[in-house]
């Protein structure tokens, strides 16, 4: 039985042949009623974005409450079109932190299908519609799951546009979790097919969606929505006493977690090699009560600016807000789905503004280090929006039964149209009037060219910059593993040379510096030791003339002015690139190699060498002179590979880029060992004569995932391929 579109509409009822031709009658006008409900949100979208949909830089490059456009989203996509374009898989990033594992990053979400337009295309001629379909399928979704659970059409379309609209998403609208965020609304519509009737459709439709979730990127949004998802299916299943379905959730759990091995399996690997820190009481941060304003729109929250307004709850409009109001103070005499949604919403509001009682859940255990106050938002807004849903039908469904009331009659029609309208203008048209410089953290065209330029003119160098400095590119040596839950998965043994570095006292100094510029930087003052030679930088980024008597030289096309921006060099403000002293290369062949006996060893030995290219330290070999001249023939350092070829005698080569497991060494087709030297850097034992070394990084996490994730997708198309669970035809769906 063939999957229809329609069937996320209305169900099939069985009877005689007439009600099978209303019924089909029925179905014809709901589907010609949401594509034009789609339009209608399309011509939405067009009119919140106004001119900047033309303007794919513009657009994009805003940002309200987070940097990730310049500093992560951009970076990301150009990096992995890099990959592809060399026909590699993003495995290994060389750029950030000495190399670090890539695919191990759950935020840039490869494999989901939803995140491909966004890689694969254009940017100007995909940036502009990907921002427009990611809230146009939000609010269509939201449209879909209020009709399926038999709210009017009228009470339906104020969802979906509250949604569509609320702040969250429109604030984050160029993050890359809001694939995740979109899909809060198909979640629940998955899960109410499921609950309803578990037929082989409703089964792969909750595999589909809970799986797009999982591989969505962002840990933290995931976790919240995929719980939200379940937690909405289990009570469903429960309030309609279907044990089946809660039976057929487990194989689709099951089927879920082994689809998305391939990023889940390197995430995993990736963490006993790196450095996490988890700060306790973090689920104690909070929203100020004073901000609450901020749910009516954004012109009301007592603080102003760009930072400020983080500290405030994104806005829902002051309709959804009335309504939702309405469904509240009356939430025992509404359906169990509206209680479900006011129970969920007002938790929410509790935790996130930390109002008496509910610090208690902050305190939980392994809760406490969950960041409680952003990642819930949409969550939160959604619970409200569907509340103003119900709101709106107990308005006016009740009005409709008053018998006194001819002239409310008469007008009910205008004033439904009429809150509509201002659930609709409300929204669009404070974010117009705050589409300006002072609301914005920057707005003004980015000069993304400069900085193109720059990576040609330098395609393999290592950048490092001051925290002031913000710009759209790879080769920048900062780690971007900020996961949404206060942790950081970076490589452990980089995290320890740059705490000694930057002089941290201890982790929570650290991590301090890390929130602070939301990535882990290295201090200009870090490179004045000799020890900061292993990190192969050959450039500081700062956005003031250098003190020092080392000259930078400005970007041309930044030659005016002086900063006029707080923590970024996207917007015509000036940066100047300055050289650092001596780096090491990027592959050396050390004199002398001593031997150490555990990570401490090394470590130590390393801070008291003098000469780094002349004497290396390696853990687990004997040790030894190599005085022989080696001669490179050839030196192509890839993405998750690196070639050699060289002529010579026996010698050590140290390549300047992160030891981490999964990475072999093939001397002329041989595999041979790499030994992790001096303290965080790749060395292999190069034997006499004239070889081709060769290095590439295979992870086996990545390897066992992918063969479990496209087994699991076969079995899953092969029972796509059967009429239903049990062999025979399946049963209409009432």
């Not at 009600?19 to 919140?48: T, Y």
């Not at 337009?117 to 399928?137: D, N, R, S, T």
Request: charged share 15%; glycine share 8%.
């Amino acid at each position: 039985m063939p999957f229809h579109f329609s069937c996320l509409l209305a169900c099939s009822p069985t009877g005689n042949r007439g009600d099978r031709i209303e019924h089909q009658i029925v179905v014809r006008e709901s589907k010609r009623l949401s594509v034009f409900v789609f339009a209608c949100l399309i011509a939405l979208g067009l009119m919140l974005l106004g001119r900047d949909f033309f303007h794919p830089d513009q657009l994009f490059f805003k940002a309200v409450r987070d940097p990730n456009p310049w500093m992560i989203s951009y970076p990301w996509r150009e990096f992995i079109r890099s990959c592809f374009s060399r026909g590699e898989f993003p495995l290994w990033n060389p750029y950030n932190a000495l190399g670090e594992p890539y695919l191990a990053n759950y935020q840039p979400a490869i494999f989901s299908v939803l995140r491909w337009p966004w890689y694969f295309l254009p940017f100007g001629k995909v940036a502009g519609p990907f921002i427009l379909l990611e809230l146009v399928f939000a609010g269509f979704g939201t449209w879909l799951f209020l009709r399926r659970i038999r709210l009017s059409a009228g009470a339906s379309f104020l969802g979906a546009a509250g949604f569509m609209l609320s702040g969250y998403l429109v604030q984050y609208l160029n993050n890359q979790h809001l694939v995740i965020d979109l899909l809060i609304p198909w979640g629940l519509l998955a899960s109410e097919r499921l609950a309803g009737k578990t037929t082989r459709q409703n089964f792969l439709l909750f595999i589909l969606v809970m799986t797009l979730i999982i591989l969505g990127g962002q840990p933290a949004a995931a976790l919240f929505t995929s719980g939200f998802m379940f937690s909405y299916f289990a009570c469903r299943a429960i309030s309609l006493n279907k044990p089946k379905a809660l039976a057929a959730s487990i194989p689709a759990l099951a089927a879920v977690l082994m689809i998305s091995l391939p990023q889940v399996l390197p995430f995993a690997e990736a963490i006993p090699h790196s450095w996490t820190f988890h700060p306790a009481g973090t689920a104690l941060q909070r929203l100020e009560v004073r901000t609450l304003s901020s749910l009516l729109q954004p012109g009301l929250p007592v603080f102003s600016g760009p930072a400020a307004i983080q500290q405030s709850f994104p806005w829902l409009g002051e309709v959804i807000v009335l309504f939702a109001l309405v469904s509240i103070f009356s939430l025992f005499r509404l359906r169990r789905e509206a209680s479900f949604f006011g129970f969920l919403g007002l938790l929410g509001m509790g935790v996130v503004y930390g109002l008496p009682g509910f610090e208690l859940l902050a305190g939980i255990p392994g809760v406490d280090r969950l960041s409680l106050f952003k990642y819930p938002q949409p969550v939160i807004s959604f619970c409200f929006v569907v509340l103003a849903g119900f709101g709106f039908e107990k308005i006016f469904r009740s009005s409709a039964r008053l018998p006194s009331a001819v002239w409310w009659n008469r007008s009910r029609r205008f004033l439904k149209w009429f809150f509509i309208f201002l659930a609709l203008a409300g929204p669009v048209a404070w974010h117009r009037l705050l589409d300006k410089p002072d609301y914005w953290e920057n707005l003004a065209e980015v000069q993304l060219g400069n900085f193109r330029k720059l990576v040609r003119e330098k395609p393999y160098a290592r950048f490092a910059a001051e925290g002031r400095v913000w710009i759209p590119i790879q080769n920048l040596m900062v780690p971007l593993y900020d996961l949404g839950i206060n942790d950081a998965l970076i490589p452990a043994r980089y995290v320890k040379l740059v705490k000694h570095l930057n002089r941290s006292a201890d982790d929570h100094e650290f991590m301090a510096d890390f929130f602070a510029w939301h990535s882990l930087r290295l201090k200009e003052s870090a490179f004045s030791e000799n020890a900061s030679r292993l990190l192969a930088a050959g450039y500081f980024i700062r956005k003031t003339p250098p003190a020092t008597s080392r000259r930078g030289y400005l970007l041309d096309e930044y030659q005016r002015g002086s900063p006029r921006h707080s923590h970024t060099a996207l917007f015509g403000d000036p940066i100047y690139v300055v050289p650092l002293p001596d780096p090491v290369p990027r592959v050396f062949f050390p004199q002398r190699v001593a031997a150490a006996f555990s990570a401490e060893d090394s470590f130590g030995k390393i801070l008291q060498t003098a000469d780094l290219e002349k004497d290396a330290v390696a853990e687990g070999f004997p040790g030894g002179w190599f005085m022989s001249p080696v001669e490179i023939k050839s030196f192509k350092p890839g993405l998750s590979s690196v070639s050699l070829s060289y002529r010579g005698g026996e010698a050590f080569a140290v390549m300047s880029e992160q030891y981490f497991p999964g990475w072999r060494a093939f001397v002329s087709g041989q595999e041979t060992r790499i030994f992790c030297s001096d303290y965080l850097l790749r060395g292999v034992l190069l034997p006499a004569g004239e070889h081709e070394l060769q290095m590439v990084y295979q992870p086996w996490g990545f390897r066992i995932g992918l063969y479990a994730g496209l087994s699991t997708l076969a079995v899953l198309l092969a029972l796509g391929s059967f009429r239903s669970f049990s062999g025979a035809r399946a049963k209409p769906e009432r």
